[in-house]
C-alpha cells in the first residue's frame, strides 16, 4: 500500500495555521470569504451595468440581508418533504436497476477474476472500484437532472409559491438524493463483502498415507507446502496471502479454510534513513533512473543500508506467541531493482538488524530472500543475539532510554538493489475487524457520492440538464487529478507551465532543459503561463481531491484504514455540502422563477 505522507493529527490537520501549512478550517474559510468578496464585486459590477451603482448596491445588500434571514429560518420539516418527493422521483426513475447491474458484475466477476498471487487484494480492489464508480454515476444521473427537469416543467413554480425557501430546495434534493444513495451503496455493500467472502474461502485436500506427503491438492491455482511444527501442529504454510491448518482425524487429513486472507493490519511506521555504499548516512539512497521518485534504493553488495527508527517501543508492542515467548513482528516490503537479470526465479538475499539508536549494538544478521513487492512477515524474539554472538534483551538493551529502536536492512548481492520507501517498513501491533474495516471503505465511497451529488444540485440551478452534467464530471476528472493539477500550478511538476510544456511537445526539448533565446516570444508564455498557473491554483484549492478520498487500497493491500482518515474524509465532505449548499443557494435566488 502506498502511503507516501505521514497522516497528520486531527487536531493539527483541522486548525494547523502557519506559514508552512494551512489546517482544513482556515482554508475552508479563507475559501468562502473569497468566494464572497468575488461574488460581491462582481454583482455589484453587473448591477451597476443594468441598474445603476445605487440600485445594484441596494439590490446586493436585500440579498445578503435575506441570505441571513433565512439562514436561522431554515425548517428541517420543509427539508425533508422535498427530500421525500426526491426520493420518490430517483424510484420512479428505477433507479433499482443500478442494484441489478452490479450484481451481474458479480455474478460474472468469478469468471475473470483469477490469479495464483495476493486473491484478496484482486477482489476488493475490483468491488471497491465497480462500487465507487457506479455509485458517483448514478449520483450523478440522479442529481444533475432533478432541479433542469422541474423548471422545464414548471413544477417548480409550485413549489416556490409555497413557503419555501432557497435553501430548503438545495437542502432537501441533497438530502433526498443522499438518502437513496445510500440505500444503493448498503446493498451493494453487503453483496460485495458475501462476494468477496465466497470467493476467498476455499481448503484443500491432502492425500491418505502412512507418511505425511510434502504438499497439499491444487485448488484455486495454487497448493501448499506442509510442514510440522515443534507442537506437533501441521499447517499448511503461508503462501498466497494465507495458510490453512491441519488436524489428523484417523488416517484422514482435514484441512481448515483459508486464513489470514482477511486482514486489517495496524501499523506503527518509523521515520526513514540511508546510509550510502561507503556506511554514511545520507537524506535519500539511489536512483535507478525511476520517474516516480516514492522509493529510494540501496545498492547490494556494499556498505549501503535503509534504516528506519521507530519511536514508542515498549512491553505493550511486543507480543506473546503462547507458550514460545514475546515477539517483535515487523513486516517489510521490498523491491527489488536488477541490473542484470541472470535466473528471475532466483531471489535476491538481502539481512535485517535490529540496532539501538546512537549505539554500535545490532543483532545478528537475520537473511532473508526478497521476493519483489510481496510483505514478508519477521517475528524478533525478546532474547536475541548480538554480532559477537553474545545474548542481549531486546527491550532492555537495544530499545534506548527514550523507546527507540532502529531495523537496518541490507542488499547482499552485487549489481543488485532493494528499494524502499517510509512505508515499507512497519511493526504489526494488532489487526482490527475486516468487516468493519469494509464499512469504513465504504464510508469513504459514501462522502465521494455525497460530494458529488452537492456538486452536481449546485450546477443544476443555473445550468440545464446535459450542460450541468459536463459541468460535474469535469469537477470530478479534474477532483481525481488534483495533485497533478496543484503541481504545474506550484511548478513542482517539470516542464514548465501548460503552454510552455505544449511548446516543448513539437520542438522535442525534454522536460529540464531552459529555452536558448530569451527572446519577447519567450518573455510573453512564461507571462501566460504565470496567469494560468494562478487560476490553476486557484481552482485547485477548492477541487475536492477524490483520490484522497478513496481507501480502497487499505482494503485491497489488508491495512486498517485510520479512524483518524475517516474522520478527516466526514468533515472535508461536510465542508464541501456546507460551502455548496451557500453557492447553490444564491444561484438559485438570482434565478428568475415566480416568487
Known amino acids: 500500500m502506498i502511503q507516501e505522507e505521514p497522516l497528520l493529527p486531527f487536531k493539527q ?41 445605487v440600485k445594484a448596491g441596494e439590490k446586493v445588500y436585500r440579498v445578503v440581508a435575506n441570505a441571513f434571514g433565512e439562514l436561522f429560518h431554515i425548517s428541517p420539516r420543509r427539508i425533508w418533504a422535498i427530500a421525500k418527493v426526491a ?90 438524493f443522499t438518502v437513496v444513495g445510500s440505500v444503493l ?27 505425511l506427503p510434502e504438499r497439499t491438492s491444487t485448488n484455486k491455482g495454487h497448493s501448499h507446502k506442509l510442514e510440522v511444527r515443534e507442537d506437533g501442529q501441521i499447517v499448511a504454510v503461508y503462501e498466497h496471502g494465507h495458510e490453512h491448518t491441519v488436524e489428523q482425524q484417523g488416517d484422514q487429513y482435514v484441512v481448515s479454510g483459508a486464513q489470514g486472507m482477511l486482514r486489517a493490519r495496524e501499523p506503527m511506521y518509523g521515520e526513514l534513513s540511508f546510509l550510502n555504499r561507503q556506511g554514511v548516512k545520507v537524506e535519500r539512497g539511489v536512483s535507478v533512473g525511476k520517474e516516480w521518485g516514492y522509493r529510494s534504493f540501496i545498492e547490494g553488495g556494499t556498505q549501503a543500508a535503509a534504516v528506519w527508527t521507530f519511536e514508542g517501543i515498549d512491553e505493550d508492542t511486543l507480543i506473546d506467541e503462547k507458550d514460545e515467548g514475546r515477539f517483535l513482528p515487523i513486516e517489510i516490503v521490498v523491491r527489488v531493482f536488477r541490473t542484470w537479470k541472470a535466473d528471475i526465479n532466483t531471489p535476491v538475499q538481502g539481512t535485517i538488524q ?26 524478533f524474539p525478546e532474547e536475541l543475539t548480538d554480532t559477537n554472538n553474545q545474548p542481549v534483551n531486546l527491550l532492555e538493551d537495544l530499545v534506548d532510554d527514550e523507546g527507540r529502536l532502529e531495523v537496518v536492512v541490507q542488499c547482499l548481492d552485487r549489481a543488485q538493489y532493494f528499494g524502499f ?16 474495516n469494509f464499512v469504513k471503505a465504504y464510508l469513504s465511497i459514501w462522502v465521494q457520492m455525497v460530494v458529488v451529488i452537492a456538486i452536481a444540485v449546485t450546477g443544476s440551478t443555473v445550468l440545464s440538464g446535459p450542460i450541468a452534467m459536463l459541468f460535474t464530471v469535469s469537477f470530478i476528472l479534474l477532483g481525481f487529478q488534483r495533485d497533478f493539477l496543484m503541481g504545474v500550478a506550484t511548478g513542482d ?70 479512524s483518524n482518515l475517516v474522520a478527516q474524509q466526514l468533515i472535508t465532505g461536510l465542508g464541501y455540502v456546507v460551502g455548496l449548499v451557500i453557492v447553490g443557494y444564491f444561484l438559485l435566488r438570482n434565478r428568475e422563477v415566480a416568487k
Not at 451503496?185 to 502412512?210: E, N
Not at 539501538?356 to 532473508?368: D, H, I, N, Y
Open 13 to 53: 490537520w483541522l486548525l494547523q495555521l502557519d506559514a508552512e501549512r494551512w489546517g482544513a478550517l482556515p482554508h475552508f474559510l479563507l475559501v468562502m470569504v473569497v468566494l464572497g468578496v468575488l461574488s460581491l464585486v462582481i454583482g455589484l459590477v453587473i448591477g451597476s451595468i443594468l441598474y445603476g451603482p
Open 87 to 176: 426520493m420518490q422521483e430517483a424510484f420512479r426513475r428505477r433507479v433499482w436497476v443500478a442494484i441489478a447491474v452490479f450484481v451481474l458484475l458479480l455474478l460474472f466477476a468469478g469468471w475473470f477474476l483469477k490469479t495464483d498471487r495476493e486473491p484478496a487484494k484482486l477482489f476488493f480492489s475490483f468491488v471497491l472500484t465497480a462500487t465507487s464508480f457506479l455509485g458517483l454515476f448514478i449520483a450523478l444521473l440522479l442529481a444533475v437532472f432533478s432541479l433542469p427537469n422541474d423548471f422545464k416543467s414548471k413544477t417548480i413554480y409550485t413549489v416556490v409559491t409555497k413557503p419555501v425557501r432557497s435553501g430548503d430546495i438545495i437542502l432537501g434534493r441533497i438530502l433526498g
Open 185 to 211: 451503496l448498503l446493498l451493494m455493500g453487503a453483496s460485495s463483502y458475501v462476494f468477496v467472502y465466497r470467493a476467498l474461502q476455499h481448503t484443500h485436500t491432502i492425500a491418505a498415507q502412512r507418511e
Open 354 to 379: 535490529l540496532k539501538r539508536p546512537g549505539s554500535e549494538l545490532k543483532t545478528a544478521p537475520e537473511f532473508f530472500y526478497a521476493d519483489d513487492n510481496t510483505i514478508d512477515l519477521k517475528y
Open 421 to 436: 520507501a517510509r512505508g515499507d517498513c512497519y511493526i504489526h501491533l494488532s489487526d482490527g475487524s475486516p468487516l468493519w
Open 493 to 562: 511538476v517539470k516542464g514548465g507551465g501548460p503552454i510552455e510544456a505544449l511548446v516543448r511537445i513539437p520542438t522535442h526539448m525534454n522536460l529540464i532543459s531552459d529555452f536558448k533565446d530569451q527572446h519577447f516570444g519567450i518573455t510573453l508564455m512564461r507571462f501566460a503561463d504565470d496567469c494560468l498557473q494562478g487560476l490553476m491554483y486557484v481552482l485547485a484549492s477548492i477541487l475536492p481531491d477524490f483520490s484522497s478520498l478513496s481507501t480502497a487500497d487499505y482494503v485491497a493491500y489488508g491495512f486498517d484504514i485510520p
